[in-house]
């Protein structure tokens, strides 16, 4: 069965929070289901296959077609649709079709502003994968093409829209953690991120994400989720970055780094460090924001308070609101977790929702410009060996400014 609707039962800290309860009281679940969005997924990959199996889940929501170059990731993507789907092998073929209404991109990065901007010109409103696009003038022209467009654009960091993430930024910005001092950002993994390839030919279009020439690596796939989200925490962008990285564990003829380790610095002062690792995968996936009051830590689940000077206390007064009380766990700290849907399935059922309203959703061209250009400035970093300042011809777009 669909999805119909999901409530948010607040978590201790979010019963504490009466505001953050109110501003993020329900999940949401689609408008009228009878408004039906027909979608187009360009890329039928891991990521894109991925995508339509959700939003079969979800009322209102439909893939009508589906493109691939590969036969077989096509024949398995038509698959995945429990709706009558059309397949494509040209993307613009499937931007042609008059039943599609909105197009997913989760193609390699290198095609991501070509695919998109030409969506657009096709009428079509766009979801498109992280990172936004490869390169400055890929960013530029993707930016210039949708702010000719009435049409809605979504960037695909799914944690922007997750209501933990967001009810973490709330109470982030209500006081919890006090003045930021740093942010300490993970995503481990132990694997080579190979996948198999039927024939030899389809070497590089299977396994793009090896090649510089289609991808950012390990910059573009996982960093910039963290990245995004703290440009999101703090409202602004890096000021410079510097990192370093290698091709120092998996010895198999890829071109992109399978360990990267970036230092970004913003202009309030608050550094913020992110590593990739695959050949150790301890703690996976994590985020710590570290203020002089406290630390929070999340993953892609959950969230835990460690207050300063705090420890094995009961919490009597949670940013300003008296009586909030939670028990410690030794190893978690005070839970800060919230109910919330996959991240991937809010940011499908934002994205109808900013159609159906025809506002731009929180995760969105200006964002996502954002975090690509921090993505780009790291590659250049980690391959010029070099530190690297904020592009002087790109605009600093607060986030504050574009809900």
Known sequence: MKRRLFIQKAGIASAAIASSSLLYGNVFSGSDANNQLNIGVVGTGARGGGLTSIINSIDGISVVASCDILPFRLEKGLSRADSKSVGYTDYRKLLDDKNVDAVIVATPFSTHSKIACDALDAGKHVYCEKTLAMGYSGIHDLVEK??????????????????????????????????????????????????????????????????????????????????????????????????????DYWKDGRETLDNVHL??????????????????ANNGYQIKVLGDKGTIVIDTKKAWFYPEGK???????????SGATNSWDEEKGYSLNVEHLNPSEQALLDFKKAIDS???????????????VCVQMGLDALYGNKVVEWPTNFHKIKSDKLN
């Open 358 to 372: 025809q506002k731009q959703p929180k995760s969105n061209i200006n964002t996502g410009a954002n975090t690509a």
């Open 146 to 247: 949708v702010n000719q467009s009435n049409l809605i654009f979504q960037t695909g960091h799914q944690y922007h829209s997750s209501r933990l993430y967001t009810h973490v930024h709330e109470l982030i910005k209500n006081g919890l953690v006090g003045k930021i001092q740093a942010f300490e950002c993970q995503w481990n993994r132990h694997g080579n991120w190979r996948r198999p390839v039927p024939k030899p030919e389809y070497e590089k279009a299977v396994n793009w994400r090896m090649y510089k020439e289609f991808s950012g690596g390990l910059t573009a796939e996982l960093c910039s989720h963290q990245i995004d989200f703290v440009n999101w925490v703090l409202n602004e962008v890096p000021s410079q970055v510097f990192g370093t990285g290698g091709i």
């Open 263 to 280: 230092i970004y610095s913003y202009p309030s002062g608050v550094k913020a460090k992110f590593t990739c690792l695959t050949g150790n």
């Open 311 to 321: 420890k094995n206390k009961i919490v009597k007064d949670v940013d300003g609101v």
